[in-house]
């Protein structure tokens, strides 16, 4: 399973273009373990939003589940969460994506949900100047 959540960590990091001093990309980090600082080279920094939160479940045998992500904006308004959503959107088409692992030992079969599901939805928060885009795709992973 290990190899499973690095390819799915590594889809997430490589998947919204965002230029910062950590990354090209905007960074995603496991539901709940967002770490408050980072490194940029030569101290550590507090982390803001941008970033991408999201969850991978281990079904024990093949199959799917229904998984979530996050992206977190600091923004007036929903355009800039609505711009990320949009890559997400595109990089995973009609009938999904496989991601394999080296050597064939498994991969990751993700797709946006079947209706009544909602592929997205903007998740209100406490904080008016923070804009959660709320994503649920269905993911299968296959160890072989």
């Known amino acids: 399973m290990t190899e499973i959540m690095n390819l799915y960590h590594s889809f997430w990091n490589n998947i919204v273009p965002h230029k910062s001093v950590f990354s090209d990309f905007l960074l995603a980090f496991p539901e709940g373990n967002v770490p408050l600082e980072l490194f940029d080279g030569t101290r550590n920094v507090p982390l803001q939003p941008p970033y991408i939160t999201y969850t991978l479940s281990d079904t024990a045998f093949f199959g799917g589940t229904l998984e979530t992500a996050r992206i977190w904006t600091r923004s007036k308004n929903i355009l800039q969460v609505s711009g990320f959503t949009d890559y ?30 909602k592929f997205c939805q903007l998740q209100p928060m ?3 100047d923070i804009k959660v885009m709320y994503i649920t795709l269905e993911v ?5």
């Open 88 to 117: 997400v959107k595109a990089a995973i088409p009609h009938g999904g994506i496989v991601l394999s692992l080296p050597d064939n030992k498994g991969s990751l079969y993700i797709r946006r949900p079947t209706p009544p599901t």
């Open 126 to 128: 406490d904080e008016s």
């Open 140 to 144: 299968e992973n296959y160890i072989y």
